[in-house]
């Protein structure tokens, strides 16, 4: 069993840096991919970025990617999102998830509850 707590949401304007973070706990941490999604008002979840659990292998959204890094640090059960250069069009909720590397929603198995990401033009 995993849990997830995320943190770090907020309001910054466009251009802005935000970096999210999440905790998690349970011993097999460490053995998870995790990844972040995000989900707008009236849209599905979407894929923004995931790391497999060795740190060694990353991918990201279209989207996002030269904007956005994922990162983890197992010793402290916390991955991270650090958004640079941030668009009105990345305001969602974000959340952290854990289990197998992919794209889709279906892959993990842990979620957390989600933070609010808001991004003013």
């Known amino acids: 069993q995993v849990q997830l707590v995320e943190s770090g949401g907020g309001l910054v304007q466009a251009g802005g840096s935000l970096r999210l973070s999440c905790a998690g706990s349970g011993r097999t941490f460490s053995n998870n991919a995790m990844a972040w999604f995000r989900q707008a008002p009236g849209k599905e979840r979407e894929f923004v970025a995931a790391i497999h659990w060795s740190g060694g292998i990353r991918n990201y959204a279209d989207s996002v990617k030269g904007r956005f890094t994922i990162s983890r640090d197992n010793a402290k059960n916390a991955v991270y999102l650090q958004m640079n250069s941030l668009k009105p069009e990345d305001t969602a909720v974000y959340y952290c998830?854990?289990?197998?590397?992919?794209?889709?929603?279906?892959?993990?198995?842990?979620w957390g509850q989600g933070t609010q990401v808001t991004v003013s033009s």
């Open positions: 998830a854990a289990g197998r590397y992919g794209v889709g929603p279906r892959e993990y198995d842990y």
